[in-house]
């Protein structure tokens, strides 16, 4: 009996997992997943707070490392049974340079791939995006939209397009053989804008508020819907997924899977202030304050300034041309894909996230009464 508990026991490794999202993965594993012996948690930026989740049960190896260097990932890959790949550089503000996100979102995938088949893992789950469908580049509206709906994908940005040749190459890799000769089984998940816990333009935009007097101002329509998922039920979808790709690799190997929940339908900015009103801030403006293409010109003049500036210092604010685009399409996703292929429901309700987020902001930002 006690053999037979101690075989089922597995090795999970999440790449990424000092992250916003790869936090609550590594949180939502040792919490919900039965199976788990150990897990492997992979980042170039390890978190204190690993430390405390070294005490419990089940055994956590902090691992140092870089997804683009395919040895020390091969290194980390080795032996786990199933590898959560959530590590991405997320820049959408002009931080880092085109090559570098490429490097890390679409080599670093490829060098996930590459080490599970060299060292024989079967299970990969990759974190993708919904920006791999779009918004595209000429403002099409996503509308209440699922996994098949058809949609004219074209990115021009770097971090949508290695996000989605990322994407690409993982599904393309489901069914290679691996070492000892079984087929690799993956899936990729594509969350729509995550909030949360941990959530760092959220608290970008609650201190922008405190900095302007307690007020944010309307820029963005509110008829503009776009999609926003809690953070825990991400993690909680994730962890289902890779928890069922085994039993249901001939339904789930190769598939996408866009993450959802009963969060509701709102504009950016409404949305946001579900949890920043709460906090003290209001919203001015029942329509934008200012008309849309004096906000094209603000977002055109940024882009200028960063490539300006960019030998002296680098300036890298909210509002750039594509941010503004993504922000001013409606993107909304509307499916059961994951409950119907792996018996995902949410495990947070909205007013429950809603709770946790507002709590996180207040503790956060210090404003808690
Ligand atoms: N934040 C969002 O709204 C959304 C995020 N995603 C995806 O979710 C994943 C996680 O995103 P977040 O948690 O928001 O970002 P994050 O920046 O908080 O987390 C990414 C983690 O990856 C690590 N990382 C970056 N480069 C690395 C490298 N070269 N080697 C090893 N680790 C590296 C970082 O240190 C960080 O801990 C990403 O793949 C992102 O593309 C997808 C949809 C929406
Ligand atoms: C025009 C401004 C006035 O208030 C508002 C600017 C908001 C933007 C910074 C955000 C609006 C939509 C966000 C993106 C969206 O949630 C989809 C994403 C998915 C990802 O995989 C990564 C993050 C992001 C691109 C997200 C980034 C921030 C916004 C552009």
């Not at 959530?86 to 679409?106: C, K, M, Q, W």
């Not at 995550?194 to 760092?200: K, S």
């Not at 960019?310 to 890298?316: D, I, K, Q, S």
Request: hydrophobic share 40%; glycine share 10%; aromatic share 10%.
């Amino acid at each position: 009996m006690a053999d037979s508990a101690q075989a089922q026991k597995l090795v999970y490794l999440v790449t990424g997992g000092c992250g916003f999202l790869g936090e609550h993965v590594v949180r939502m594993l040792l919490q919900r997943e039965p199976r788990l012996g150990e897990l492997r948690v992979f980042d170039r930026h390890l978190g204190p707070w690993l430390e405390e989740l070294k005490t419990g049960p089940v055994r956590v190896t902090a691992i140092q490392g870089d997804v683009t260097q395919a040895h020390e990932v091969a290194a980390a890959v080795a032996g786990a049974h199933v590898v959560i790949h959530t590590a991405g550089l997320v820049d959408v503000f002009g931080r880092a340079s085109p090559e570098t996100i490429h490097e890390v979102n679409v080599q670093g995938t490829r060098n996930v791939i590459e080490a599970c088949v060299q060292t024989g893992t079967r299970f990969l789950v990759y974190t993708s995006s919904m920006e791999v469908v779009g918004p595209n580049t000429k403002g099409h509206p996503f509308y209440r939209g699922n996994e098949d709906t058809p949609y004219e994908a074209v990115h021009r940005h770097p971090y949508p397009c290695s996000k989605a040749l990322a994407e690409w190459l993982v599904l393309e890799a489901n069914g290679r053989k691996v070492r000892g000769g079984l087929p690799l089984v993956t899936c990729a998940l594509r969350p729509t804008g995550i909030y949360g816990e941990g959530h760092q333009i959220m608290r970008d935009f609650y201190r922008q508020g405190l900095r302007l007097g307690g007020w944010l101002f309307r820029a963005i329509p509110a008829s503009v819907e776009h999609g926003r998922v809690y953070v825990g039920n991400v993690a909680w979808m994730h962890v289902l997924a890779a928890r069922e790709l085994e039993q249901r690799a001939a339904l789930m190997g190769g598939q996408v899977y866009f993450c959802y929940d009963g969060s509701p339908y709102k504009s950016y900015e409404d949305f946001n202030m579900e949890f920043l009103g709460p906090c003290g801030l209001r919203l001015v403006g029942a329509r934008p304050l200012l008309p849309y293409w004096l906000l094209v010109f603000l977002a055109a003049l940024n882009a200028l300034l960063q490539w300006l500036l960019r030998p002296l210092v680098l300036y890298a604010p909210l509002l750039n041309p594509y941010t503004l685009a993504v922000a001013n399409t409606t993107f909304t996703v509307s499916t059961d894909k994951a409950q119907r292929h792996f018996g995902y429901e949410p495990l947070f309700s909205w007013e429950d996230s809603r709770t946790r987020t507002i709590l996180w902001v207040q503790a956060a930002t210090g404003s808690a009464q």
